[in-house]
């Protein structure tokens, strides 16, 4: 599908590489799994982290992704106090509305690993800084 738009068709596509590298590092060919690991994983990262840097790394998104990251963000409630790895893991778990925490650790990892691969290293180390040492692996570090 293409909207002849040219920064919209590439968004969309750049969106779709995303996709197909979560699904990868899920090990699946589902599009839609694939989809709810990321959004639910960036979801629960842009609200752990500070308003400012959250915007920073939205920044790096493609343009449909920026989107699907702010979706229902409320900045006045940002940052969340979490501070273990198992909490960061049973939000995704509620967000995603996936079977457990053994499930989103999984879908957690997969996104981790997309994200070393597609933000900047300054950008991660960033976001890293941000976080608790136990949750630097939510952001790729």
Same mark, same amino acid.
């Given at each position: 599908?293409t ?5 919209l $068709? ?10 197909? $590298? ?7 060919? $589902? ?8 959004r639910?994983h ?46 960061f ?5 509620? %967000? ?11 879908a ?11 933000i900047? $290293?300054? %950008? ?11 949750l ?6």
């Amino acid at each position: 599908m293409t909207t002849h738009v040219r920064s919209l $068709d590439h968004g969309i596509q750049t969106t779709n590489e995303w996709l197909r $590298d979560v699904a990868a590092a899920l090990g699946t060919d $589902d599009r839609h799994y694939a989809y709810r690991a990321l959004r639910a994983h960036l979801h629960v990262l842009r609200d752990r982290l500070a308003v400012d840097e959250a915007a920073q790394l939205a920044a790096q998104l493609p343009n449909l992704l920026r989107g699907i990251y702010y979706e229902g963000w409320n900045p006045s409630s940002t940052p969340l106090n979490i501070h273990h790895e198992r909490d960061f893991v049973a939000r995704v778990a509620a %967000e995603g509305q996936f079977a457990g925490t053994t499930e989103a650790g999984a879908a957690m990892r997969a996104v981790a690993a997309v994200l070393r691969q597609r933000i900047s $290293d300054g %950008e991660l180390r960033d976001v890293t800084a941000a976080l608790p040492a136990e949750l630097a692996g939510a952001a790729g570090g």
